[in-house]
């Protein structure tokens, strides 16, 4: 597989467009008063928006989605594995095993991941003399190439006992649910804001979205591939807040900038609902050429799964679970010097802690039996680690200066990862490491519908925690992919 198969890949969504618009124009030329299916695919926001009457009440419902396949080559990787929102994990290194080695094939989600989603809301509900929006969304992820639904804990347990290092696998907050990407209902109050309950995105992840040069592309960017600094706050199930409710409201001034503040509160702790509580606390600034945000992030008796007693075929086919208190805090910016450049940073810290519950009876768990029938601490009383991130970058935009070029951006990003040795009456070394990453992408939005991209990202593992006896020192991806919004 060479290079150019991946630049003839990014053309592919010209041609598609092309096709599309040809259509449409041969269908407006036959009908002027109704637009065909195909032009109000291609020309409206939401295509797929009804807008009705419930009473007195005006509503809408509406099916949305996004579809994201790329061609990835990676230069050290387990056999990729569909059951992930990302298929290879470059940002999470790779062992020197027998199974590892250079490869390179399709994917799903080389910048977003692909998922199928209903919103709506019911409008002008009257109390205290103010006007009140029922509203609701519901989204499940799932992979375009096999139409799985998105199964991290499956993964885990594909690797565990003696089928260990078979393929890539990770822990999420995507777990197999059919709506494990969001699932709530609420209240919006207008200026009053907005109260919701459900699964909802922690704060964390929805700043890193909005605040990562690379867009937080699920497979180029750390803070896309890995929801424990791209969201998580050290344990990467909390980037989704489950059985959460959550208070959120923006204050618009005079000048019309804004100001964002948002809580939100997980309850637990219940197997099969949610696992651990824990808060977090939003509070940002928005204007036309600057933005700010910090968030605070708290949570007690964290579930962390992952992969159970390799080697020991006892283990196949469960998963292993541990418990984490955890702390974080996040500070992010954003400057726009001029209308085509912006540059984008943050810094995050968060602290594993050990477990407010030394142990809890968790004998199965996203559909996954629990190796041990048990979770317990991962680390014990008096210890502690310390890990920090820290990012720089910058988007750009062609459109501002090369009218021909519109369309097409592109941006750069470095991100440092610091793992502290863990800490406490003695002091764990090989716990200590560091990820030097540098990410790379072009975009090209064809129309409303549909854009194409090259990504590149090259990752450099160091310290104790990557000893190069068993660990590739670096792992690197490149690839090209066509993502479709409706």
Do not use: C
């Given at each position: 597989?060479?290079?150019?198969?991946?630049?003839?890949?990014?053309?592919?969504?010209?041609?598609?467009?092309?096709?599309?618009?040809?259509?449409?124009?041969?269908?407006?030329?036959?009908?002027?008063?109704?637009?065909?299916?195909?032009?109000?695919?291609?020309?409206?926001?939401?295509?797929?928006?009804?807008?009705?009457?419930?009473?007195?009440?005006?509503?809408?419902?509406?099916?949305?989605?996004?579809?994201?396949?790329g061609?990835?080559?990676?230069?050290?990787?387990?056999?990729?594995?569909?059951?992930?929102?990302?298929?290879?994990?470059?940002?999470?290194?790779?062992?020197?095993?027998?199974?590892?080695?250079?490869?390179?094939?399709?994917?799903n989600?080389?910048?977003?991941?692909?998922?199928?989603?209903?919103?709506?809301?019911?409008?002008?509900?009257?109390?205290?003399?103010?006007?009140?929006?029922?509203?609701?969304?519901?989204?499940?992820?799932?992979?375009?190439?096999?139409?799985?639904?998105?199964?991290?804990?499956?993964?885990?347990?594909?690797?565990?006992?003696?089928?260990?290092?078979?393929?890539?696998?990770?822990?999420?907050?995507?777990?197999?649910?059919?709506?494990?990407?969001?699932?709530?209902?609420?209240?919006?109050?207008?200026?009053?804001?907005?109260?919701?309950?459900?699964?909802?995105?922690?704060?964390?992840?929805?700043?890193?979205?909005?605040?990562?040069?690379?867009?937080?592309?699920?497979?180029?960017?750390?803070?896309?591939?890995?929801?424990?600094?791209?969201?998580?706050?050290?344990?990467?199930?909390?980037?989704?807040?489950?059985?959460?409710?959550?208070?959120?409201?923006?204050?618009?001034l005079?000048?019309?900038?804004?100001?964002?503040?948002?809580?939100?509160n997980?309850?637990?702790?219940?197997?099969?609902?949610s696992?651990?509580?824990?808060?977090?606390?939003?509070?940002?600034?928005?204007?036309s050429?600057?933005?700010?945000?910090?968030?605070?992030?708290?949570?007690?008796?964290?579930?962390?799964?992952?992969?159970?007693?390799?080697?020991?075929?006892?283990?196949?086919?469960?998963?292993?679970?541990?418990?984490?208190?955890?702390?974080?805090?996040l500070?992010?910016?954003?400057?726009?010097?001029?209308?085509?450049?912006?540059?984008?940073?943050?810094?995050?810290?968060?602290?594993?802690?050990?477990?407010?519950?030394?142990?809890?009876?968790?004998?199965?768990?996203?559909?996954?039996?629990?190796?041990?029938?048990?979770?317990n601490?991962?680390?014990?009383?008096?210890?502690?680690?310390?890990?920090?991130?820290?990012?720089?970058?910058?988007?750009?935009?062609?459109?501002?200066?090369?009218?021909?070029?519109?369309g097409?951006?592109?941006?750069?990003g470095?991100?440092?990862?610091?793992?502290?040795?863990?800490?406490?009456?003695?002091?764990?070394?090989?716990?200590?490491?560091?990820?030097?990453?540098?990410?790379?992408?072009?975009?090209?939005?064809?129309?409303?519908?549909?854009?194409?991209?090259?990504?590149?990202?090259?990752?450099?593992?160091?310290?104790?925690?990557?000893?190069?006896?068993?660990?590739?020192?670096?792992?690197?991806?490149?690839?090209?992919?066509?993502?479709?919004?409706?």
């Amino acid at each position: 597989m060479t290079i150019a198969h991946f630049f003839k890949l990014a053309l592919l969504p010209l041609a598609i467009s092309q096709a599309f618009a040809a259509q449409a124009d041969q269908s407006s030329t036959t009908s002027q008063e109704s637009p065909s299916l195909v032009s109000r695919f291609m020309n409206e926001d939401n295509p797929f928006r009804i807008n009705f009457d419930l009473g007195d009440h005006p509503s809408y419902f509406q099916v949305y989605g996004l579809v994201d396949i790329g061609l990835t080559h990676i230069n050290h990787s387990l056999p990729e594995n569909y059951e992930l929102a990302n298929n290879f994990y470059p940002y999470s290194g790779a062992k020197k095993t027998d199974r590892t080695t250079s490869r390179t094939n399709w994917v799903n989600g080389g910048w977003q991941g692909s998922r199928l989603g209903f919103k709506g809301e019911v409008a002008k509900l009257q109390a205290w003399d103010h006007d009140f929006k029922f509203i609701y969304q519901l989204e499940a992820g799932f992979n375009t190439l096999d139409m799985k639904l998105h199964d991290a804990a499956q993964t885990l347990a594909d690797n565990s006992g003696t089928n260990a290092n078979s393929s890539v696998s990770a822990n999420s907050s995507m777990n197999g649910e059919l709506f494990t990407r969001q699932a709530w209902a609420g209240i919006d109050g207008g200026s009053l804001g907005k109260l919701t309950y459900g699964t909802q995105y922690n704060p964390f992840f929805e700043i890193t979205v909005t605040y990562d040069p690379n867009g937080k592309a699920d497979s180029f960017s750390p803070l896309g591939e890995s929801g424990t600094v791209g969201g998580g706050g050290g344990v990467s199930e909390n980037s989704r807040m489950k059985n959460s409710l959550k208070y959120a409201n923006t204050y618009e001034l005079e000048s019309h900038d804004k100001i964002n503040y948002a809580v939100i509160n997980q309850f637990g702790n219940s197997a099969g609902t949610s696992h651990g509580n824990g808060y977090t606390t939003q509070l940002g600034y928005e204007s036309s050429a600057f933005g700010v945000q910090l968030a605070y992030d708290r949570f007690f008796d964290s579930v962390k799964s992952g992969i159970a007693g390799a080697g020991n075929p006892l283990a196949n086919d469960t998963i292993a679970v541990s418990l984490y208190n955890t702390q974080a805090v996040l500070l992010t910016g954003k400057w726009l010097p001029t209308k085509d450049l912006k540059i984008i940073g943050g810094v995050e810290w968060y602290q594993l802690q050990p477990s407010s519950s030394r142990s809890i009876d968790y004998h199965s768990i996203y559909d996954q039996t629990v190796f041990g029938g048990v979770a317990n601490s991962a680390l014990k009383p008096g210890y502690k680690q310390d890990n920090h991130v820290y990012y720089l970058g910058a988007n750009f935009d062609f459109a501002q200066r090369m009218p021909a070029l519109a369309g097409l951006t592109t941006s750069i990003g470095y991100y440092l990862t610091k793992a502290d040795a863990i800490d406490g009456p003695t002091v764990s070394t090989n716990s200590q490491g560091k990820i030097d990453t540098w990410t790379a992408m072009l975009d090209y939005k064809l129309n409303k519908r549909f854009d194409t991209y090259l990504a590149y990202t090259t990752n450099h593992f160091s310290g104790d925690k990557y000893p190069s006896a068993s660990n590739y020192t670096n792992v690197t991806s490149y690839g090209a992919g066509l993502r479709m919004k409706f």
